[in-house]
């Protein structure tokens, strides 16, 4: 069977699936389950589809270590566990309407997300249309991604720590300073894993550009989406983190919002003569 057939198959049972599973738990966040998982599946779909050549067969390689290290940071923060909802759905909810929310539970989280999900894997039917020998553009796209990959992996642990460490504050009755993540990679992006995450899926593509020759492939629709996704959910993300924290506004003001660059520094005023 044509591989987009199956994996078409594959979305619209997620689809169906992840949007049922929310109406009967009343818990919105079974997108967010399948969202290390679904990808390698639609990969390697890909690859077992082509007999397995090279170029392919790296990139699902690649996504199956993107998707273990997701699933790995997801699980230890409970997502998986009942009640592991993503906590900006409840706040979400609270701001619109009910038929508004169930609107929205359908339209975006089930469907629009499931669709970007397998849009950001289509540069493999780029590749799985165009069979060639590898380049060494494969191995430098190869290298990058795990770079990208490790970079991912240090902004989540440190995240990870720096939460544990404020639960311990917490329960020692103790008021933690800072009370939110600003230092180590936070200190030259406010979302560092944001950004390595995005560099993947756009890397990812680059194998479609490496296979074929040519720079602009409709495939790369998945990755422009991805990336407007994380725009909206950065604005929404900080809007929550402003409202909770008072000092958030100044670290705004001198940290990158994404792409890690070294931090501004607000001139003194003047002293007074």
């Known amino acids: ?37 679904a990808p390698v599946i639609y990969v390697w779909v890909f690859a077992a589809a082509s007999g397995f050549d090279g170029r392919l067969l790296i ?32 706040i979400l909810k609270g701001r619109l309407k009910p038929w508004q929310f169930s ?20 540069p493999a039917l780029t590749v799985y249309q165009a069979p060639g020998p590898l380049h060494t553009g494969d191995w430098v796209l190869a290298a990058l991604f795990t770079a ?38 936070f200190r030259f992006s406010r979302h560092p894993n944001f950004f390595f995450e995005q560099a993947q899926w756009w890397l990812f593509y680059g194998f479609a550009v490496t296979a074929t020759g040519s720079w602009f492939h409709w495939t790369v629709l998945g990755a422009v989406l991805l990336t407007l996704l994380f725009a909206g959910s950065t604005v929404f993300t900080e809007s929550i983190s402003r409202s909770r924290h008072p000092d958030y506004v100044q670290y705004q003001r001198r ?8 931090p501004r520094h607000r001139a003194r005023p003047a002293a007074a003569a």
């Open 103 to 122: 609107v929205f539970n359908f339209a975006f989280i089930s469907f629009y997300q499931n669709a970007i999900i397998f849009l950001m894997t289509l």
């Open 148 to 185: 990208a990959l490790a970079g991912e992996t240090v902004a989540d642990q440190q995240q990870w720590n720096f939460h544990r460490w404020k639960a311990a504050e917490l329960r020692a009755g103790r008021t933690p300073r800072p009370d939110f993540l600003e230092t180590g990679l």
């Open 59 to 90: 990139m699902a390689v690649l996504v199956t270590l993107w998707g273990a290290r997701l699933t790995f940071n997801f699980a230890r923060k409970g997502g998986y566990a009942p009640g592991g909802e993503d906590y900006r759905w409840g």
């Open 255 to 262: 940290t990158s919002p994404i792409i890690p660059l070294p």
């Open 1 to 37: 069977m044509n591989p987009v057939t199956v994996c078409l198959w594959i979305a619209a049972a997620l689809v169906s699936g992840t949007w049922v599973l929310s109406l009967i738990t009343r818990e919105y966040s079974w997108t967010d389950r399948i969202w290390s998982l």
